[in-house]
C-alpha cells in the first residue's frame, strides 16, 4: 500500500474517532434530564458529572502531549480506543452519582487522547497543506454532533431511554477500532519535533495570554452547548434542533475556514466571533420559540471558528510551541470547562429558585432560569471582545512571527 492511500485511511480512522468525541458531547447534552430524573441528581451534581468530560480531556492532551514523539500516534490512538469504550460500557451500566462520574472521565479522557494523537499527526502526514487537512478533520466535530443531536432527538422520541442513546456511540467506536488493527501509521523521525524544545517556549508571555484567551471562548462554546437541554428545554424550541443547527453551521462554516482566515487573519476571525457569540446569546436569553432558532444560529457563526483558530494562533503565532503547545491550549479550554460546569449547574438551580418565588406556573419557571444562565454566560464573549481588540491591535503591529515569540 503506498502513502497515500495508507494516509487516506489514517485520515479518515482519526474522522470516525472524532465522530465518538463529538457524539459523547451532543448526546450527554440531550440525556441529562434524564440521568437527572433517573438518580435524583441536582442541577449541581450533574455540573459535576459535566465536568468529568471536560476534567478527561485536558489530563489526557497533556500527558499526551508529553509522550507524543516518545511513543507515536497509534499508541495514544489505542489508548482513546480502549477508554472509549470503557467509559461507555460503564456510563450504560451505571447506578448513580458515581458511576456517572467514574465513567465520564474515562470518555473525557479518550476525547483527549484523540485530540493529542490525531492533531500532530496529521499535520505530519500531511505538511505541504496541513491547515486545509486539519480544517477537514475539525469539520467531524461538529459534524459529530450533529448526528449524535439527532440520534438523541429521535431515540427521545421513539421513547428510547438514555442507556440505548449512550450505546449508539458504541458502533463508530468499534469501527475506529477494527480500523486501527489492520492500519499502518507512518513512522516520523523524533528527534525533528523535540518536546524538551517545545517547553522551554511555553512560558512566553503570548502563548499565556492565549490560553487565558482559550478558557473563555470554550466557556463561550461548550457552556452554551452542552447545557443547551437544560437551559432551552422549555422556551418552545427543541433543544436537540437547535444543537444540530449550531453544529452545522459550524460544519459547513469550518469546510469553508481557509479564505475567511486568509481575508481577515486569525486575530480578525477571532473577534468578529466574540462579536456574533454576544449577539447570539443575548438574544437566546430574551427570545421564545422559532425566534430561537435565528440566535441560535447567529451564536452559531460566532463560536464556529473558536477552537480551530486559536489552535491555528499557536501554530502561526506561537510556533516553537510545537505539538505539545497545541495540546495543551486545547486542554486548557476543556479543564476550564472542568471548573464552570458545576457553576453552570449551581446557575440552574438558583435560578429556579428564584423563579419559584415569582409564582409563575412550572414551565415558565424553566423559560425564566434558561434565560437568567444565558446572561450570566454572556459575560463571557463581551470580555472576549475586549480582549481579543487588544490581541488584534498587537498582532497587525508585528512584522514577522519571530517578534510573537
Not at 487537512?133 to 440520534?151: K, Q, S, T, Y
Not at 462554516?253 to 466574540?274: D, E, K, Q, T, Y
Not at 435560578?351 to 414551565?363: L, P
Not at 498587537?394 to 512584522?399: A, E, L, P, Y
Request: with cysteine.
Amino acid at each position: 500500500m503506498n502513502n497515500n492511500n495508507n494516509h487516506r485511511i489514517i485520515f479518515r480512522l482519526c474522522c470516525i474517532a472524532l465522530i465518538v468525541t463529538s457524539m459523547t458531547f451532543a448526546i450527554r447534552a440531550g440525556i441529562l434530564g434524564q440521568l437527572g430524573e433517573q438518580f435524583g441528581l441536582t442541577g449541581a451534581q450533574l455540573g459535576w458529572v459535566n465536568a468529568m468530560a471536560f476534567l478527561g480531556f485536558p489530563v489526557a492532551t497533556m500527558l499526551g502531549g508529553i509522550i507524543y514523539n516518545a511513543i507515536g500516534a497509534k499508541k495514544l490512538v489505542a489508548l482513546a480506543f480502549v477508554c472509549h469504550l470503557a467509559g461507555l460500557l460503564l456510563t450504560i451500566m451505571a447506578e448513580g452519582f458515581w458511576g456517572l462520574l467514574i465513567s465520564t472521565f474515562l470518555i473525557g479522557f479518550a476525547n483527549g487522547s484523540v485530540e493529542a494523537g490525531c492533531n500532530p499527526l496529521i499535520a505530519q502526514m500531511y505538511p505541504k497543506n496541513t491547515t486545509t487537512m486539519l480544517n477537514r478533520f475539525h469539520v467531524w466535530f461538529p459534524g459529530g454532533i450533529v448526528i449524535g443531536a439527532l440520534a438523541s432527538n429521535a431515540m427521545t422520541s421513539f421513547g428510547l431511554n438514555w442507556q440505548w442513546q449512550v450505546a449508539l456511540i458504541l458502533v463508530p467506536t468499534v469501527i475506529y477500532g477494527l480500523m486501527m488493527v489492520k492500519a499502518q501509521f507512518p513512522q516520523f523521525d523524533a528527534q525533528q519535533n523535540s518536546t524538551t524544545s517545545n517547553l522551554k517556549h511555553l512560558l512566553s508571555p503570548l502563548y499565556l495570554f492565549l490560553i487565558i484567551c482559550m478558557t473563555l471562548t470554550a466557556v463561550t462554546e461548550f457552556g452554551t452547548q452542552q447545557w443547551i437541554e437544560q437551559i432551552l428545554g422549555s422556551s418552545g424550541a427543541s433543544p436537540m434542533v437547535i444543537l444540530a443547527l449550531i453544529t452545522g453551521l459550524m460544519a459547513l462554516g469550518r469546510f469553508f475556514a481557509g479564505p475567511i482566515v486568509h481575508r481577515f487573519s486569525p486575530s480578525g476571525v477571532l473577534l468578529g466571533s466574540a462579536v456574533f457569540s454576544t449577539i447570539g446569546i443575548f438574544l437566546m436569553s430574551q427570545a421564545q420559540g422559532s425566534a430561537i432558532y435565528f440566535a441560535a444560529a447567529l451564536f452559531a457563526i460566532g463560536v464556529t471558528y473558536f477552537w480551530p483558530t486559536m489552535i491555528g494562533c499557536v501554530a502561526e503565532y506561537t510556533p516553537k510551541t510545537g505539538a505539545l503547545g497545541m495540546s495543551l491550549i486545547g486542554g486548557a479550554g476543556m479543564f476550564a470547562m472542568s471548573l464552570w460546569n458545576p457553576v453552570i449547574g449551581y446557575w440552574i438551580d438558583t435560578a429556579k429558585q428564584q423563579a419559584q418565588q415569582t409564582q409563575v406556573s412550572a414551565e415558565q419557571i424553566e423559560v425564566l432560569a434558561g434565560q437568567a444562565v444565558l446572561q450570566n454566560l454572556l459575560i463571557f464573549p463581551i470580555v472576549l471582545i475586549v480582549v481579543f481588540i487588544g490581541l488584534h491591535l498587537f498582532i497587525t503591529k508585528q512584522k514577522n512571527v519571530e517578534k510573537y515569540v
